[in-house]
Antibody
Framework: EVQLVESGGGLVQPGRSLKLSCAAS????????MAWVRQAPKKGLEWVAT????????YYPDSVKGRFTISRDNAKSSLYLQMNSLKSEDTATYYC?????????????WGPGTMVTVSS | DTVLTQSPALAVSPGERVSISCRAS??????MHWYQQKPGQQPKLLIY???NLASGVPARFSGSGSGTDFTLTIDPVEADDTATYFC?????????FGSGTKLEIK
């Protein structure tokens, strides 16, 4: 059974940093692209980052490019999201998701999420 | 960015057929996917590439469309289908999601 479990969320002040983690199990982690998707309170979903199987390629939307960094450790079946220069608008539940790569690029399994609150 | 427009809410009775629409601001070929999110839970994949049923999803769910207009159909609707349904496109960069349609079962 595919399982994704996020951790590392919490309350952080604007301008500070936070690193999220996602532990994967139930599948061969190194064979899949992985991603982070967030959801602001009572809002829709926003794609945040994608990483290739080896970690050599990463993709971001403009809203987080230069502030967020996605990475992975295939030996530990773990995914990470380093978030710097956090803003109030980054407040959201962050989901780790397995992503089916090109050409389809959809998210076939999601973790339960970890909440990040950016506030002074 | 490609904007995906969904109607905010629908209410139907069990046993009825419901169609949930998603309109893209520009063409996305058939690269549209649908997710179900129940209250307090993570999203779950229902349909990929417009009309392909994800593994384990009941055949009551189906998808159609191409270009800019897409539809998720549930027939017949069950009480357990109470959820918000999101569409997502992957043809244009960046990947974007619709704002969601909240389905209420009367």
């Amino acid at each position: 059974e595919v399982q994704l479990v996020e951790s590392g969320g919490g309350l952080v002040q604007p301008g500070r940093s936070l690193k999220l983690s996602c532990a994967a199990s139930g599948f061969t982690f190194s064979n899949y692209y992985m991603a982070w998707v967030r959801q602001a309170p009572k809002k829709g979903l926003e794609w945040v980052a994608t990483i290739s199987t080896s970690g050599s390629r990463t993709y971001y939307p403009d809203s987080v490019k230069g502030r967020f960094t996605i990475s992975r450790d295939n030996a530990k079946s773990s995914l990470y999201l380093q978030m710097n220069s956090l803003k109030s608008e980054d407040t959201a539940t962050y989901y780790c998701a397995r992503q089916i790569a090109a050409p389809y690029w959809y998210f076939d399994f999601w973790g339960p999420g970890t909440m990040v609150t950016v506030s002074s | 960015d490609t904007v995906l427009t969904q109607s905010p809410a629908l209410a139907v009775s069990p046993g009825e057929r419901v169609s949930i629409s998603c309109r893209a601001s520009e063409g996305v070929n058939s690269y549209m996917h649908w997710y179900q999110q129940k209250p307090g839970q993570q999203p779950k994949l229902l349909i990929y590439k417009a009309s392909n049923l994800a593994s384990g999803v009941p055949a009551r769910f189906s998808g159609s469309g191409s270009g800019t207009d897409f539809t998720l159909t549930i027939d017949p609707v069950e009480a357990d289908d109470t959820a918000t349904y999101f569409c997502q496109q992957s043809w244009n960069d960046p990947f974007t999601f619709g704002s969601g349609t909240k389905l209420e079962i009367k």
